[in-house]
């Protein structure tokens, strides 16, 4: 079976991740996850001051892009931890703060220039699964296999709310589901790599999908292209 690349994309909390992860390990493919280096790259603007919520020092930012070594490592219970300049900013970066920066630092053009610079050298290999919003429109735009996942806004509102109460941040239902409307809305119509569904994407949509049967949709695909 020859090695490919799968790129999938879709809305925040559609759900691509958690299929992304599960089908790497299943065919023992490395997993990517391209919407933490912009929240790396996020974090690193808040940390210096950079970004207030009205502004964004992108000469400070420019200047200083190439300062920012976005890494992976699997950590001891087998997740994938991100680390920004060595220092694990897993949790961190899992805020409704960092998202929001993230979502801001990702229109800006050389931001994206470098990442997806780091993002196809990390593909050159073959054997990965990365997924965000421009993977195959933009980053592997001749991956094999390209999914396109979507799932009503209300669907993925109601599974941040899940995620960040679990996690202990204080959020109500209605703020979480006009922050994902927000970003929505900011994904699909920025100037630089809008969220797009690639011309040879399969759509799948999760909204009444369990994750095993996500994860056999995805197989199917994946052997079909990976046999020929
Ligand atoms: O998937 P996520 O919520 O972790 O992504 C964080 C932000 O980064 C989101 O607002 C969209 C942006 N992003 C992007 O523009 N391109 C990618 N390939 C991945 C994420």
């Known amino acids: 079976m020859k090695k490919i690349n799968i790129a999938i994309d879709g809305f925040s909390s559609s759900g691509k991740s958690t299929i992304a992860k599960s089908l790497a390990k299943k065919i ?50 087998g997740q994938q931890d991100t680390y920004l300049n060595g220092e694990n900013v897993e ?3 899992r805020s409704l703060e960092v998202a929001n920066g993230a979502s ?4 800006i053009g050389f931001v994206r220039r470098e990442l997806v610079r780091q993002q196809q050298a990390i593909g050159k290999e ?8 421009d993977i195959g429109t933009v980053v592997f735009p001749d991956a094999e296999l390209k999914i396109y996942v979507n799932a009503s806004p209300e669907v993925r509102a109601q599974r941040r709310f899940d995620e960040l109460t679990a996690k202990g941040e204080n959020v109500t239902c209605a703020e979480v ?12 119509t920025r100037a630089e790599s809008p969220l797009r569904k690639a011309a040879d994407a399969f759509e799948l949509d999760n909204s ?13 695909r ?5 046999a020929k």
Do not use: C, P
Request: hydrophobic content about 40%; charged content about 30%.
């Open 28 to 77: 023992g493919y490395i997993y990517i996850d391209s919407g933490a280096m912009y929240r790396a790259v996020s974090l690193f603007a808040i940390r210096n001051g950079w970004m207030t919520d009205s502004d964004i020092d992108e000469k400070a930012l420019a200047l200083h892009i190439s300062d920012i070594h976005i890494s992976f490592k699997t950590n001891a219970q």
């Open 91 to 93: 949790k961190e970066i």
């Open 104 to 107: 801001r630092v990702s229109t």
């Open 126 to 133: 073959k054997g990965v699964v990365m997924d965000g919003r």
């Open 177 to 188: 589901l006009a922050n994902v409307k927000e970003r929505d809305e900011r994904d699909t």
């Open 208 to 220: 009444n999908m369990n994750m095993d049967e996500q994860l056999q949709w995805a197989l199917d």
């Open 222 to 226: 994946f052997h079909k292209v990976a």
